[in-house]
């Protein structure tokens, strides 16, 4: 087994005072990693900010011979995003990789919500990962190596109920990753993204909120978890995919319960329909369970024209062979 080392490297990790954040920070210094530990402070719903968070994760990596300085500025405006890449360049001279990890977390139904709340949640997670990614770009292309760790959730690319903003906050970024992948390839910039399941102060704000009979199904499921809720458990996977032993782009990877598994956009084989006349409402009700079947195949385009090229590989039946067509 290869080790995987991060000497002579940079890394930023966004939101690194505490929870999964500080689980990655301590565990690339401990591989030689210079790391900045950017963390607002603030609460969990985003208000207020303090040093102290990123301060006493730099003083665990120091104490145990590590190299990390803090940083206290917001992920969320691209003059915060500035600040931190231009903290790293000063203190350590480049910029390696970075892991946007920062979040915040504000929960309500759809019909409780508030345009404010949204907008509070796109700025960190979704806005933040555009800024500290434009940020870092550059002085990755210069140097024609980085690697960019996004992270997205369950509660985004499966769906969660109370967690409209974060949901879409959170499949907003996957969508980034899916964009800079491609253009980041060419200039050695990978891009991938991972989908945590951890314990932390944002998982006890999720479940203040959650609705009782929810709450009893968690309690019965999260004992058979065992160890594996630490943040420690997805160390590993955030570290390998912002280590130079990853060659591999445009991934997306949840670590639950023990269990690394890719997580990706499929689609159906599905029904092909004419390509000369558009197919009825009728015909589409009539191929219905046939569409939504992935028993019959999955692809997973990883652009556009991928899904062109797998459509155009099947051949099209011709219009007198198609059924329904509402009659
Ligand atoms: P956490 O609340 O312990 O960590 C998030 C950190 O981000 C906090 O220390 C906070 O101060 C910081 N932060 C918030 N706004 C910031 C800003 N504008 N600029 C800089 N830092 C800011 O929560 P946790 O669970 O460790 O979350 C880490 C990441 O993992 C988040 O992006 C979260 O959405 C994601 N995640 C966590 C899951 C879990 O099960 N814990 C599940 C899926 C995703």
Known sequence: ?????????????????????????????????????????GTVEGHDASSALADAVVKEITDAGGRAIANY???????????????????FGRVDALINNAGNMRMATLEESTQ????????????GSYHMSKAVWPHMKQQGYGRLVFTASSAGMFGNQGQAFYGAAKAGVFGLMNTLSHEGEPHGILCNVIMPNAFSRMTDKASEYTDPEALKRAS???????????PEFSVGLAGYLA??????????????????????????????????????????????????DPKQGVH????????????????????????????
């Not at 500025?73 to 203190?91: L, M």
């Not at 689609?267 to 939504?292: C, K, M, N, Y």
């Not at 899904?307 to 509402?326: A, D, F, I, W």
Request: aromatic share 4%; net charge negative; charged share 20%.
């Open 73 to 91: 500025d917001s992920v969320a405006t691209a003059s915060g995003a500035e600040s931190i890449v231009t903290a790293a360049v000063t203190a």
């Open 243 to 292: 280590s130079d032993i990853c060659t591999t782009t445009h991934g997306a990877y949840s670590s639950c319960g023990g269990r690394i598994a890719r997580v990706f956009v499929g689609v159906t084989e599905g029904w092909q329909g004419s390509r000369e006349e558009p197919a009825s409402a009728e015909e589409i009700a009539q191929h219905f369970d046939l569409i939504r």
């Open 300 to 327: 997973i385009p990883l652009s556009p024209s991928e899904e062109y090229r797998t459509v155009l590989s099947k051949s099209t039946p011709v219009c007198s062979e198609r059924q329904g067509g509402g009659e």
């Open 1 to 41: 087994m290869t080790d995987i080392r991060f000497d002579n490297q940079v890394v930023i990790v966004t939101g690194a005072g505490g929870g999964l954040g500080r689980a990655y920070a301590l565990d690339i210094a401990k591989r030689g990693g210079c790391v900045v530990v950017n963390d607002l402070g």
């Open 116 to 127: 404010e709340d949204f907008e509070a949640l796109l700025a960190v997670h979704l806005l």
């Open 220 to 230: 019965a499921i999260l004992p058979l978890m065992q160890n594996s809720m630490q």
